[in-house]
């Protein structure tokens, strides 16, 4: 089962800054990531989901290569392309992989204009050592499934305090 965090920045380069940062602690195995996507309240209010994977396009280029080859099978390449890439568009465009976007929508929706909100949805973590390495990067925890100790652990270590508690 994976577990869900959502955590508010000022703006979206600290929210894309710890993304990144995540990510690299995921190439280190520390962190196995399902999903993280980074969603920002534009000044008109409505929202905007920076994916990791776009699932439209992953799907029309899937869609695309399976045409081709089907349509050479058949000798009409580009017919099979086109109508691949049709049905990849309309398969990514009813796909909603990772984190539900409505959902990221409407909790976002606390958040102030110019704000931003980085969803993770977490399958395995080593959580001291991601911890000690997200130590002071800021960031307001919003919601978690975590359980509390683990949930305190991560505000702390947000805040800056997790290395001051440790040595207490």
Same mark, same amino acid.
């Given at each position: 089962? +994976?577990?869900?965090?959502?955590? @508010?920045?000022p703006n979206e380069a600290a929210a894309e800054a710890v993304r990144d940062k995540i990510l690299s ?7 196995e990531l399902e999903d993280a996507v980074v969603a920002v309240k534009r000044k008109d209010g409505h ?7 776009n699932p439209l396009a992953l799907s029309t280029a899937s869609g695309t290569l399976w045409g081709t080859? &089907?349509?050479? &099978? ?14 990849? %568009? ?12 409505? *959902?990221?929508?409407?909790? /976002?929706? /606390?958040?102030?204009?110019?704000? %931003?909100?980085? *969803? ?32 305190? @652990?991560?505000? /702390?270590?947000? %805040?800056?305090?997790?290395? @001051? /508690? +440790?040595? +207490?």
């Amino acid at each position: 089962m +994976s577990d869900l965090v959502v955590i @508010a920045f000022p703006n979206e380069a600290a929210a894309e800054a710890v993304r990144d940062k995540i990510l690299s602690l995921q190439q280190e195995y520390l962190i196995e990531l399902e999903d993280a996507v980074v969603a920002v309240k534009r000044k008109d209010g409505h929202m905007k989901l920076n994916q990791m994977v776009n699932p439209l396009a992953l799907s029309t280029a899937s869609g695309t290569l399976w045409g081709t080859i &089907i349509g050479m &099978i058949f000798l009409m390449p580009l017919a099979g392309a086109a109508l691949g890439a049709a049905s990849g %568009a309309i398969t990514g465009a009813l796909t909603d992989l990772g984190i539900n976007d409505q *959902f990221m929508k409407d909790t /976002a929706g /606390a958040i102030a204009p110019g704000q %931003a909100a980085l *969803f993770l949805l977490i399958r395995k973590v080593t959580a001291d050592k991601v911890l000690e390495r997200l130590d002071g990067v800021g960031g307001t925890v919003l919601r978690t499934s975590f359980d509390h100790t683990k949930e305190e @652990a991560l505000r /702390a270590a947000l %805040a800056g305090h997790s290395a @001051a /508690a +440790s040595h +207490s």
